[in-house]
C-alpha cells in the first residue's frame, strides 16, 4: 500500500463564538480557554490551539452559555455560513448541528478539498448529507461545471434541495439514492447523530440504490466526475466497487472518509490496485489520486 505521508495544511489557528459574552473564559480540561469577539464558532486555548466547542460538555457553565443562543432562534432559521470555503451561503441553522453553519465542521478538509477544485470540474458528492460539500462544490466548480449530489435519506433531501434554492445554485442535481456496488434498494436505517443514516438489514426506510457506473452509462447526458467525495455512513467499499469503471477510465481524485480502522485499510487497499497514491488528512479520511506514469 502506497501512503504519502506529507499532510497537505497543518491545522489553521482560528478564533470564536463570543460577541454574546465578549471575554468569557472558563477551565476546560483543566485548562484555560477564551473566547475571542467574532461569532466564528471555534475558540482558542492560550497555547494557540483551536478548541472545538462541541468538545466542551453541555453540563459545564461554559457548554450551557455557548448552546443558549442556539436554542433561542426559531426553527428553520435562515443564517449565513461564517466560515469555510463556502463561507456566506444561506443555512437553515437546525438542518443539522451548528458546527456546520459556525465554520468548525471539518474546517481544513473542506479548505483542501475546494482548493483541489478547478472551474468547469464535475463532482459526485456522495453523501450529501444536507450540502455543505454541494456548496462547497458549486462554487469552486462555476457555472460551467456540475455537482451531482447522492442522498438517499427523506429528511436530509429536503434541506439539501432547500440549500440548492435558498442560494440560487443552477449548477446542482440532486440525486435520490444511497449510492452502492449494485442498483436496486437496500433497506436504510436512520439515526439521530447529525442527521446521519447508513444502510441495515434492520432498516426502517426502502431506499433506492445506484451503482455510480451505472448512473452514469445508464442514460445519455451525465457527465463523468473530475473529483469524487465519498462520505457513506459504512458504505466506502461498496461505491467504490460500483465505481470501477468510472475510476478505471476518467481517474477522478477522491475524498474519502471511512468509518472504522477495518473499513479504512480495505478501501486503501482497493485504491491502491487501482493505482492511487493515498494522503491520509485525519484518523479515517484519505486523499487519493491516480499515480503519475
Known amino acids: 500500500m502506497r501512503i504519502n505521508q506529507q ?7 482560528a478564533v470564536g463564538l463570543a460577541t454574546m459574552y465578549p471575554q ?41 452559555l455557548m448552546r443558549l443562543p442556539f436554542r433561542l432562534l426559531p426553527k428553520g432559521a435562515i443564517v449565513r455560513l461564517l466560515r469555510g470555503p463556502a463561507r456566506g451561503k444561506r443555512w437553515i441553522a437546525d438542518s443539522t448541528t451548528t ?5 468548525y465542521w471539518e474546517l481544513d478538509a473542506q479548505r483542501l478539498f475546494a482548493s483541489r477544485l478547478r472551474r468547469g470540474d464535475v ?21 460551467q461545471g456540475h455537482v451531482y449530489a447522492f442522498e438517499p435519506s ?16 443552477s449548477n446542482c442535481t440532486v440525486v435520490e439514492a444511497g449510492i452502492s456496488d449494485c442498483s436496486g434498494t437496500r433497506c436504510f436505517d436512520l439515526t439521530e447523530h447529525d442527521s446521519a443514516g447508513h444502510f441495515s438489514g434492520s432498516g426502517t426506510v426502502t431506499v433506492q440504490t445506484l451503482a455510480l457506473d451505472d448512473f452514469l452509462w445508464a442514460q445519455q447526458g451525465k457527465r463523468p466526475p473530475n473529483a469524487l467525495k465519498i462520505d457513506a455512513e459504512g458504505a466506502e467499499l461498496d461505491v467504490l ?19 472504522s480502522d477495518d473499513l479504512a485499510r480495505q478501501c486503501c487497499e482497493w485504491l491502491t490496485s487501482a493505482g492511487y497514491l493515498l494522503t491520509p488528512l485525519d484518523k479515517d479520511e484519505f486523499l487519493a489520486e491516480r499515480c503519475s506514469k
Open 7 to 13: 499532510l497537505h495544511k497543518k491545522p489553521q489557528k
Open 24 to 64: 468569557m473564559a472558563a477551565d476546560f480540561d483543566g485548562t484555560r480557554v477564551t473566547t475571542a469577539n467574532d461569532l466564528t464558532g471555534c475558540f482558542v486555548h492560550r497555547d494557540n490551539r483551536v478548541v472545538n466547542p462541541s468538545q466542551i460538555p453541555a453540563n459545564t457553565t461554559l457548554g450551557r
Open 99 to 103: 458546527g456546520f453553519w459556525l465554520g
Open 123 to 143: 463532482v459526485y458528492d456522495v453523501g450529501a448529507h444536507v450540502g455543505l460539500y454541494t456548496l462547497v462544490s458549486s462554487i469552486h466548480v462555476g457555472e
Open 154 to 169: 427523506p429528511r436530509n433531501l429536503v434541506y439539501l434541495r432547500r440549500h440548492i434554492e435558498l442560494n440560487y445554485l
Open 241 to 259: 466497487r460500483g465505481a470501477r469503471r468510472i475510476v478505471t477510465e476518467f481517474a477522478p481524485l477522491i475524498f474519502l472518509s471511512t468509518h
